[in-house]
């Protein structure tokens, strides 16, 4: 079994910048894709990013260039720093963990093998 527990977050003014952490319990984080999403007021929960490895990341269009998704195996951490934000990446943030060996897509949300606790982000104008 495999905790995520969640912490950073807050409310922000638009152009800061907020990191997000996901820590893992557990001794096989390195056998996990770590992914964050998110759920915006009314709207169904996205993909942000994912790190299969510390050198393989994908991030959707909407953050690309703003956002970076880091892992750090020896601390069973992944992170998400957020830049430039903007109102539009108000949302409640979840990280989730995919069993790599599983093969399974990682858009495909019911895949995940487990889930953080949510942290909200509110961005201000």
């Known amino acids: 079994q495999v905790q995520l527990v969640q912490s950073g977050g807050g409310l922000v003014q638009a152009g800061d910048s907020l990191r997000l952490s996901c820590a893992a319990s557990?001794?096989?984080?390195?056998?996990?894709?770590m992914s964050w999403f998110r759920q915006a007021p009314g709207k169904e929960r996205e993909l942000v990013a994912i790190s299969w490895s510390v050198t393989s990341t994908y991030y959707v269009d909407s953050v690309k260039g703003r956002f970076t998704i880091s892992r750090d195996n020896a601390k069973n951490t992944v992170y998400l720093q957020m830049n430039s934000l903007t109102p539009e990446d108000t949302a409640v943030y979840y990280c989730a963990a995919l069993d790599i060996k599983s093969g399974s897509y990682f858009r495909d949300q019911k895949k995940y093998n487990y889930w953080g606790q949510g942290t909200q982000v509110t961005v201000s104008s």
């Open positions: 557990g001794r096989t984080f390195n056998s996990y894709a």
